[in-house]
C-alpha cells in the first residue's frame, strides 16, 4: 500500500469537526434517538432527532458521546447534513454514505447527493476504521426505526 | 556477553518486510510475536516430509511425526522445569487451558460457596471462564484491586485469601500494563490458606524463564504463539496428582483406553487431556521455538528488554502530555499509554502510516481501562529483538500526531 493515507484520512475537514463538532448536544425532547456502541473500541454516542410531522422532515438533529476523531466527524457531518431532509432523503443519504465507505460509490464518478460527506472516500482502504465512520449513521437509522436495543456494530 | 540485536534479526524474516515504504517497527508483541525462520522450517519439514497422525500408526511416518511431537512435549517440560511431561497437556493456547481448569477441576471439584479470587489486571480470558462457572455452581469471584502504578495492593490481596478461597487465578505478566507480578509469594501465601492456584504466564514465558516447580503453582498456562511460537498451539501445565483426578475435558480419539457402548475408560496422562488430532505441525512449531529462544538465552533477553524499557520510558517522555498506564516498580517493556485530546484509534491509524505496529484498544482488559477512567490506550510492547533506534522512530510517528491533532 503506497497511498497516502494521512491526507486520505485525516482531512482538515474531518480535524475540524473532531476538534469542534457541530450539533453536540442533546434535543430536549426528541422524536427519537438511540445509542450506538463499538464494543471492539469503546467508541459510545446518542442520536437525537426531532422529525416534523406530517411530512417527516428533521428538523433537528444532534449528538452526544465520545469516540476517535473519524467517529465524532461523522457523526457531526451526519447532523449538519440531515438538517431539513425528510425521512426519505436521509434514507437515500445513509446507503449512498454507506456505499461510499466501502468504497463501491466513487463521488467524482458516480451521481451522489453526500456534499461534503465525500471526505470519507478514503476510508475504505482502512477496513479498521469503517465502523468508525458507520456508527453514527446506524444509530440514526436505528433512532428512525425505533430499534428497542442499543446498536452495536459487532 | 550482550545480545547481538542486529544478528538476532537475521532470523526473523517478519522484520524486513515494509509498511508504507518503510521497514516495520513491529511493537505489537504482547498481540503475538514474529516468529524465528527455524519455526516454520519445523513446520514446513512435517508438512513436505513426514505429514501423517500421531500415536496411531505403526509406519515409518507416524512413528516421526509422534517423535517429533512428543520430543516437543520433553522440550517444554524441561522449559517449564516440570517434575514429568505428562504434566504437559497440549491445548489450543492460554485461553483454552484456563477453561480447561475451570471445566474439568471446577466444574467437579468446586461448590455453591467456595470463593475464586482474581486480580483486577487480569485479561478477559482469566475473568470470563469463572463468572460462567460461578454462574453454575454458586462460587463467588473475588478481585484483588490494583493501584495507580498498576501494582496489586498486596494488603488487600491478603485480606481477599480466606479459608473460602479454593482457587487463586492470576496474571503473572499483565498484558496491558507490563505490570510483573508476585506471583511466588502469593502461591505460597494461596497455599498457606489450602487454595490451589493457576498463572496464566501467556505475557512471561517470552520474556524471562517460568519454573514451575520453583513457583510451585499447581497450574500454568500460556500460548505458543506469544513465545515466538505458531499460533493454535498452548500448554497447560498441571500437578500430575491433581490432572489425575481431574476429569476429562473432551471426549474423543486419542484420549481413551478403550471404549465399548457401556463404558468407556479413559487414557492415563497427557492424553487424557488430548481428545482428537492435535495441531501436530504447531506443535513441532512451538519445539523448535522453544530451542530458538533458549538459544538466546533469558539473560541476554531479560537485559536487553530491561534497557529498552528504560530507554522507551524516558523517551516517550519528549512527547507532549503523554501519560504512561502502568508504571509498576517491577515491569517488562510494555509501554501503554495516552494522549490527551487524541483517541488512541487515531493514534493507532497515524503511526501506521510510519510503519509502525502498535496496538490500540481495551486489549481485552476493560477492568483496567476503567480504572483509569479511560476507553483505551495505545500500547508498545517490545520484545528482544526490538532496538533503541525502533522507540525513537516510534517518538518521531508520536510527535507527528501532536502536529496533527494540536
Redesign the interface.
Known amino acids: 500500500?503506497?497511498h497516502d493515507?494521512?491526507s486520505e484520512?485525516?482531512q482538515q475537514v474531518i480535524?475540524e469537526h473532531?476538534k469542534s463538532p457541530k450539533n453536540f448536544r442533546k434535543i430536549s425532547s426528541p422524536t427519537h434517538e438511540a445509542e450506538g456502541y463499538n464494543p471492539?473500541?469503546?467508541?459510545?454516542l446518542h442520536i437525537y432527532l426531532h422529525v416534523q410531522e406530517p411530512g417527516g422532515v428533521i428538523d433537528d438533529v444532534s449528538f452526544e458521546g465520545?469516540?476517535?476523531?473519524?467517529s465524532k466527524a461523522s457523526a457531526s457531518l451526519m447532523t449538519t447534513s440531515l438538517k431539513g431532509k425528510t425521512l426519505k432523503e436521509a434514507d437515500i443519504l445513509f446507503d449512498q454514505f454507506h456505499r461510499l465507505i466501502k468504497g463501491e460509490l466513487h463521488p467524482d464518478k458516480d451521481p451522489n447527493v453526500l456534499g461534503k460527506l465525500s471526505v470519507f472516500s478514503g476510508i475504505w482502504h482502512?477496513p479498521a476504521?469503517v465502523k468508525?465512520a458507520s456508527l453514527s449513521w446506524h444509530t440514526m437509522k436505528g433512532a428512525i426505526e425505533k430499534a428497542p436495543k442499543i446498536i452495536s456494530t459487532e | 556477553m550482550d545480545l547481538d540485536v542486529q544478528r538476532i534479526r537475521q532470523d526473523f524474516p517478519n522484520l524486513h518486510v515494509n509498511v508504507h515504504g518503510k521497514p516495520i517497527v513491529y511493537f505489537d508483541n504482547a498481540a503475538t510475536t514474529f516468529k524465528p525462520r527455524s519455526v516454520a522450517q519445523a513446520m514446513d519439514e512435517y508438512y513436505q516430509k513426514y505429514t501423517s497422525n500421531v500415536h496411531r500408526g505403526v509406519h515409518e511416518l507416524s512413528e516421526k511425526a509422534t517423535a517429533a511431537y512428543e520430543g516437543t512435549r520433553g522440550k517444554v517440560q524441561k522449559f517449564l522445569n516440570a517434575r514429568a511431561s505428562q504434566e504437559i497437556i497440549f491445548t489450543r493456547g492460554t485461553t483454552e487451558s484456563i477453561n480447561l481448569i475451570a471445566y474439568s477441576y471446577g466444574r467437579h471439584f468446586l461448590k455453591k460457596g467456595d470463593e475464586i479470587l482474581i486480580s483486577e489486571m487480569e485479561h478477559h480470558s482469566n475473568i470470563v471462564p469463572w463468572q460462567m462457572l460461578c454462574e453454575e455452581k454458586g462460587c463467588v469471584l473475588k478481585v484483588i484491586p490494583f493501584n495507580d502504578n498498576g501494582e496489586l495492593v498486596y494488603s488487600e490481596f491478603e485480606k481477599l485469601l480466606t479459608a473460602k478461597t479454593k482457587l487463586l487465578s492470576i496474571v503473572y505478566i499483565s498484558n496491558s500494563l507490563g505490570t510483573v507480578n508476585p506471583v511466588k509469594k502469593m502461591i505460597r501465601a494461596a497455599h498457606g490458606r489450602g487454595a490451589l492456584v493457576l498463572v496464566d504466564a501467556a505475557q512471561a514465558v517470552g520474556h524471562r524463564r517460568v519454573d514451575v516447580q520453583d513457583l510451585g503453582c499447581d497450574f500454568l498456562a500460556f500460548s505458543g504463539h506469544k513465545l515466538f511460537g505458531p499460533t493454535g498451539v498452548g500448554v497447560l501445565y498441571g500437578k500430575a496428582e491433581l490432572l489425575n483426578k481431574m476429569p476429562p475435558f473432551h471426549g474423543g480419539g486419542d484420549m481413551i483406553s478403550s471404549v465399548t457402548f457401556e463404558k468407556t475408560t479413559y487414557a492415563a496422562l497427557p492424553y487424557k487431556f488430548e481428545a482428537g488430532t492435535p495441531a501436530v505441525a504447531e506443535v513441532i512449531g512451538l519445539g523448535a521455538a522453544i530451542d530458538y529462544v533458549l538459544s538466546v538465552g533469558f539473560g541476554r533477553i531479560e537485559a536487553h528488554e530491561q534497557s529498552l524499557l528504560e530507554y522507551g520510558t524516558r523517551v516517550l517522555q519528549k512527547v507532549p502530555g503523554l501519560k504512561l498506564i502502568g508504571t509498576a516498580k517491577e515491569k517488562v517493556a510494555v509501554l501503554s499509554f495516552i494522549l490527551p485530546g487524541v483517541h488512541p484509534h487515531d493514534i493507532g491509524t497515524l503511526v501506521n502510516d510510519e510503519g509502525i505496529a502498535i496496538r490500540t484498544g481495551h486489549h481485552c482488559t476493560q477492568p483496567v481501562m476503567k480504572h483509569f477512567g479511560v476507553p483505551a490506550t495505545s500500547r508498545a510492547s517490545l520484545s528482544f529483538y526490538n532496538t533503541t533506534a525502533e522507540i525513537d522512530r516510534l517518538v518521531a510517528a508520536l510527535l507527528k500526531v501532536r502536529e496533527v491533532f494540536p
Open positions: 500500500m503506497t493515507s494521512r484520512l485525516y480535524i473532531n471492539l473500541c469503546g467508541d459510545h465520545d469516540g476517535c476523531a473519524i482502512f476504521r468508525c
